[in-house]
């Protein structure tokens, strides 16, 4: 039977000054009843019968009698200050508010760069601290910011009849030690939720290797238009192209397609029929670029189109350069619980650099690049640009005449 908080106190109470006053085999013996009868554990009962009722006298005549259940709190010297607090919540900002081990992955290569650009002027007590900061750290730091920031698309994608037989499966599974070259892409329209008329997609690839994403607006989703896209994004690719996967579209699924890839020597694969999990990578960039920035407006007219393909061309510096991404190295089933095990957050930028495939050459050329840029800037920048998009939408826009 369970005893009340109130029994164990009078237990507490009559046993404390006993045990004080026995010998050594005697407060064996009391405590093992006292553990047995109060379900207290065997240190925190031995610590509390010690201490409990025990009288200080403060001066002749009154004295002092002391609860051993009454913990004084803990307080800690605060090792990060206001200064280290203001530096970080800027960052986060400026990094569009991502998670803690991104962030402490990113502080290391975005701390001195934007003190090299006099976007941050701390000195460098709070630089130092900076680097140091913790995952766990920073969550804490965040907490009551990150409260602060706290629709779903449709999908358009119709299927493609021909030539599937041609173009061979790729699952989610066969991605594993890929090298840098081999992309997964996709289609995000711009519909505002009224898939009526024409109306902007952007074409959105990923490297499965590096996490190097690339995109573009079109006028509609019309091969013509997919297809002039794509070899504009490959023509200013860092790396070759080597393969790209697909979902069985009929704006992918075509034979320019075919044709295209085979001339270039570039494998084309697509995922299985209503499986949206063989084209993972893309599906989470669909959200994570293209949706977070662009959003779930509609946009149908020309200058929006072009005012999109400006705001990509911030983001592929911005996303490739600055903001790291963890992968999943191994994934475990324990009964009903799901184990999972991450790499080190780095950027795109960070994995061709350690990628043994690309030559150097082409590393150098991403160096001597990375080094002009400007984080602040160019979220200032890509900020810019939202606002003007957002004047741009359907509701303040008259749609495309149709023909």
Request: net charge positive; hydrophobic share 35%; charged share 30%.
């Amino acid at each position: 039977m369970r005893l009340t908080m109130k029994e164990r106190k009078t237990i507490t109470k009559a046993l404390s000054e006993q045990y004080r006053r026995a010998s050594k085999k005697d407060k064996g013996n009391l405590l093992n009843q006292f553990v047995e009868a109060t379900g207290y554990d065997r240190c925190y009962a031995r610590r509390l019968l010690r201490n409990h009722g025990r009288k200080v006298w403060a001066c002749p005549g009154v004295a002092l009698e002391g609860d051993a259940r009454i913990r004084r709190k803990r307080v800690g010297l605060r090792k990060y200050g206001d200064e280290v607090f203001k530096a970080l919540k800027k960052i986060w900002e400026l990094l569009d508010f991502i998670s803690s081990k991104r962030l402490a992955a990113a502080l290391s290569e975005v701390v001195p760069r934007l003190v090299a650009f006099k976007e941050l002027k701390i000195n460098k007590a709070v630089q130092k601290q900076l680097l140091a900061i913790s995952p766990a750290t920073i969550d804490r730091l965040l907490r009551d910011e990150r409260k602060k920031h706290t629709l779903k698309g449709r999908a358009t994608t119709k299927p493609g009849t021909l030539l599937k037989h041609q173009i061979p499966f790729r699952t989610f599974s066969d991605w594993s030690d890929v090298e840098p070259g081999f992309f997964e892409m996709d289609l995000v329209g711009h519909d505002g939720g009224k898939a009526q008329g024409d109306y902007c997609f952007t074409l959105d690839l990923v490297d499965v290797a590096t996490g190097w994403t690339e995109q573009a607006a079109v006028q509609n989703k019309a091969q013509i238009w997919v297809f002039d896209a794509l070899k504009d994004i490959r023509n200013r690719l860092p790396f070759p192209m080597l393969g790209l996967h697909s979902d069985n579209g009929s704006e992918f699924i075509n034979h320019h397609m075919l044709a295209y890839c085979s001339e270039c020597e570039i494998t084309f694969t697509r995922s299985r029929p209503y499986q949206k999990n063989d084209n993972c990578y893309i599906e989470q960039k669909n959200w994570s670029t293209v949706r977070r920035n662009v959003g779930y407006a509609r946009y149908d007219t020309p200058a929006a189109c072009a005012l999109i393909n400006q705001l990509y061309l911030c983001l592929r510096d911005y996303n490739n350069f600055f903001m790291p991404s963890a992968k999943l190295k191994e994934k475990k089933r324990d009964g009903a619980k799901v184990h999972k095990l991450y790499d080190t957050p780095q950027t795109p930028y960070q994995r061709i650099l350690a990628s043994n495939t690309i030559s150097q050459k082409i590393k150098d050329q991403l160096t001597r690049y990375y080094q002009k840029l400007n984080p602040a800037e160019l979220h200032r920048k890509i900020r810019q640009l939202q606002r003007q998009l957002d004047k741009l939408a359907a509701r303040n826009q008259k749609p495309l005449e149709q023909s």
